[in-house]
């Protein structure tokens, strides 16, 4: 079945620091893949994505690249704030997002002035 | 576009009452509503799928007869813990998604219900 693997956190960081959490995935065929991010007390909005393989998803300064070969989906910021301060989840669906998402475990960042 | 909400936000109930939770879709008619539990600390789990006017699927090891889904319209689902106890406090999410092919053909995210049974 399908499966992701993030680094686990709590990962802290200084302001203006390069940020990067690991994620890799098992799935069958060629899944879609996300980032969700949950910022205190509220819910998921989808961060960036990724359809097909060597695509770049990016928004708000983050990136990650679909790497098929290495099964990976690494997120990236090359300077974070601290309104940053979050929890963020990879996640693929094999399907587009259009059947079952299927989430790693969060990887909470805080970012310190 | 693509804004599902849920009601309430937060919600307090003593042990053995029942909770109802809304999830819709304000500006889209979702086919398809899903439910997440979130464990603290921990990532979203699948409980069910709910197509509107049928019956819900739930994922392995869900309590049917504890968790009812109903999606009786296009924007509107709700899920009804019932006989609360604590071990059931979580936080919900919900997510809606539109028709295949259509432009909300992913599943879009609540904000999530904190609910806690004491």
């Known amino acids: ?113 | 576009g693509a804004v599902v909400s849920q009601h309430p936000s937060w919600v307090i109930c003593k042990s053995g009452t029942s909770v109802k939770i809304e999830c819709r879709s304000l500006d889209f008619q979702a086919t398809t509503m899903f439910w997440y539990r979130q464990f603290p600390k921990q990532s979203l789990m699948l409980m069910a799928t709910s197509n509107e006017g049928s019956k819900a699927t739930y994922e392995q090891g869900v309590e049917k007869d504890k968790f009812l889904i109903n999606h009786a319209s296009l924007t509107l689902s709700t899920l009804t813990v019932t006989s609360a106890h604590p071990e059931d406090s979580s936080f919900y999410i919900c997510s809606a998604r539109g028709l295949a092919g259509g432009p909300y053909n992913e599943q879009f995210f609540g904000p999530g219900t904190r609910l806690t049974v004491l």
Not at chain 1, 5 to 13: C, D, I, K, S
Not at chain 1, 29 to 58: C, H, I, M, N
Request: proline letters at 4%; one cysteine or more; hydrophobic letters at 30%.
């Open chain 1, 1 to 113: 079945g399908n499966s992701v693997t993030q680094m686990e956190g709590p990962v802290t960081l200084s302001e203006e620091a390069f940020l990067t959490i690991n994620c890799t995935y098992t799935a069958t065929g060629y899944p879609s893949l996300f980032w969700y991010v949950q910022y205190p007390g509220e819910g998921l909005q989808l961060l960036l994505k990724a359809t097909k393989a060597d695509d770049k998803g990016s928004n708000k300064g983050f990136e990650a690249t679909y790497r098929k070969e290495t099964t990976s989906f690494h997120l990236e910021k090359g300077s974070v704030q601290v309104s940053d301060s979050a929890v963020y989840f990879c996640a693929l669906s094999s399907s587009g997002g259009y059947q079952k998402v299927t989430f790693g475990t969060g990887t909470k960042l805080q970012v310190i002035p």
